[in-house]
């Protein structure tokens, strides 16, 4: 077994109270020209009900939300944020650091760098643990933390479909130390990039989603040889939330059955993008699902070739 290499000792989720129907939702992105390849039928056959959308408050003010408590948390502890890491999907390039400047400015960690990780999607939750262990192997001092936050709001249609899946609007952040008695310890992770590029050609889009449970396969495989450890010892898999069928034909190519993947969220929150994991893991946790002492695995799927999973033990 593998020593945890860093810990996630803190999270918090924001998600806007008003939830829109995916029948809705569809007719309206269908409505400004946004072609969606599934009928509402089909849609909630995997499992989907609802889409969360946010109508009164900014991507700055959902941040805001979901930051304050860890990072008021981390002051009262005279915890050092070296960096934050901010994934955002729907608002690629946007001024990272102009949306943490009252946060910052509020908790005292107004000369924390902010971030942007962008390409990997909805991966990019794996990509900030493979560039912590990095930095935590490197010149991070034993006190330091990270500070992942997830923040998506689709201001347009085609940012709330990519034609296939509907998009929620949601804000997370996670704290991530280097060590630490209790918390998420990470034990493995694993990314796997093809990097595929495919201009919204039907045959194309097909055959990646054809294809690319063999890619999760692979870094599911890959992280728990690193662990020497079996699927037998996996209490749960959180996988961004892409639907019962999905879940299904994953659960199949990595040879587990299908009740390990967490499902509970998935009616009322639907997929969130980075946002996802961290609300199932909260939530099997609230609800006694996973206990401490279990061992689970994340897992996630970014559209264009990018794949994350880890391994995780609950202490």
């Known amino acids: 077994m593998t020593a945890p290499y860093l810990t996630i000792t803190d999270t918090s989720v924001y998600i806007p109270s008003f939830r829109a129907s995916v029948d809705q939702v569809i007719q ?9 390849r599934l009928s509402a039928a ?27 408590p860890v990072l008021s948390r981390a002051r009262r502890d005279g915890i050092r944020l070296s960096a934050i890491f901010l994934a ?6 946007v001024e990272a650091q102009s949306l943490f400047s009252r946060l910052l400015r509020e908790f005292d960690y107004d000369t924390t760098p902010v971030i942007q990780l962008e390409e990997y999607g909805c991966s990019t939750i794996h990509l900030s643990l493979y560039l912590t262990k990095a930095y935590f192997a490197g010149e991070g001092r034993s006190g330091d933390a990270v500070l992942f936050v997830a923040a998506d709001k689709a201001n347009i249609s085609q940012h709330r479909s ?11 952040a996670a704290l991530y130390q280097r060590s630490a008695a209790e918390g998420q310890q990470t034990l493995s992770t694993e990314l796997k990039v093809d990097g595929l590029v495919y201009d919204d050609c039907p045959e194309r889009v097909k055959m ?20 020497g450890m079996s699927m037998n010892e ?11 069928r999905t879940w299904s034909t994953l659960a199949r190519a990595i040879g587990c059955p299908l009740d390990k993947f967490y499902a ?23 609800n006694g699902a996973l206990n401490k002492g279990d061992f689970y695995l994340t897992v996630t799927v970014g559209f264009g070739g990018y794949y994350g999973c880890s391994l995780h033990k609950y202490e």
């Open 28 to 36: 309206e992105i269908n409505e400004d020209g946004v072609s969606f």
């Open 42 to 68: 089909e849609y909630r056959d995997s499992g989907f009900e609802y889409v969360p959308i946010e109508r009164n408050e900014s991507l700055e003010q959902m941040i805001y939300e979901a930051c304050a």
């Open 88 to 93: 955002c999907v729907t608002s690629a390039g």
């Open 162 to 172: 990519d034609t296939y899946m509907l998009y929620g609007d949601a804000a997370s």
């Open 208 to 227: 990646y989603f054809s294809t690319f449970y063999l890619a999760v396969r692979q870094v599911v495989k890959q992280v728990l040889r690193e662990a």
């Open 234 to 244: 996996i209490r749960l898999i959180f996988c961004s939330n892409l639907g019962l």
């Open 264 to 286: 509970s969220t998935l009616k009322d929150a639907g997929h969130l993008h980075n946002t996802d994991i961290l609300l199932n893991v909260n939530d099997a946790i609230r």
